[in-house]
């Protein structure tokens, strides 16, 4: 059980619009933390996706965008690609400054 | 190249004792904040440790709490974890990351270079 809550699964056509919910507490982002976001493609080590709520790292395209409210963060994607397919995790801080992570969301392209 | 790279995996008995590395390359090794990540076979990831700059502060799953030690030397630009009484689920691949220490309370900065991961597995 994460203390991160993601749906499991979500999924898409290319060029279409996907978002992926994170949902907290008021002891890890309700209490200011910020939420990060990860992107785990096949056989490859995770890849800091959004940094800060809604920072891309350079290299990461406009499409992807992160946003955080209350208790809770979502990760968008627009234009949907076949490359996007992947696990996609979200993570915080807990005030027992612990990290924590979401169970992780699997993009399914169609 | 801004790099990490983990070894020290392998197959353990269970109550065994495995000591992993991590060397960075390419970075300041003191400049951040390391944390250790893992993620067990069809799971997802579950943070493990983390160690601050200089090594004073230290924190840990409670999973792991009291049975692994993280720890790193800044002169050798590597972090460590030992992890004793190990346990079938520890079975899992390993990562660390860095995290830029300049992160502030709210930890703004996120775990921007991650190594490649070492498998530790824990089997009779």
């Known amino acids: 059980q994460s203390v991160l809550t993601q749906p499991p699964s979500v999924s898409g056509a290319p060029g279409q619009r996907v978002t992926i919910s994170c949902t907290g507490s008021?002891?890890?982002?309700?209490?200011?933390?910020?939420v990060h976001w990860y992107q785990r493609l096949p056989g490859t080590a995770p890849k800091l996706l959004i940094y800060?709520?809604?920072n891309r790292p350079s290299g990461v395209p406009d499409r992807f965008s992160g946003s955080k409210s209350g208790t809770s963060a979502s990760l968008a994607i627009t234009g949907l690609q076949a490359e996007d397919e992947a696990d996609y995790y979200c993570q915080s801080y807990d005030s027992s400054l612990s990290v924590v992570f979401g169970g992780g969301t699997k993009l399914t392209v169609l | 190249e801004v790099q990490l790279m983990e070894s020290g995996g392998g197959l353990v008995q269970p109550g065994g004792s495995l000591r992993l590395s991590c060397a960075a390359s390419g970075f300041t090794l003191s400049n951040y904040w390391m944390h250790w990540v893992r993620q067990a076979p069809g799971k997802g990831l579950v943070w493990v440790s983390r160690i601050n700059s200089d090594g004073s502060t230290t924190v840990y799953a409670d999973s792991v709490k009291g049975r692994f030690t993280i720890s790193r030397d800044n002169a050798k630009n590597t972090l460590y974890l030992q992890m004793n009484s190990l346990r079938a689920e520890d079975t899992a691949v390993f990562y660390c990351?860095?995290?830029?220490?300049?992160?502030?309370?709210?930890?703004?900065?996120?775990?921007?270079?991650w190594g490649q991961g070492t498998t530790v597995t824990v089997s009779s």
């Open positions: 990351a860095r995290e830029d220490d300049n992160s502030g309370w709210s930890h703004f900065y996120g775990m921007d270079v």
């Open positions: 800060g709520n809604n």
């Open positions: 008021s002891s890890n982002i309700g209490a200011g933390y910020d």
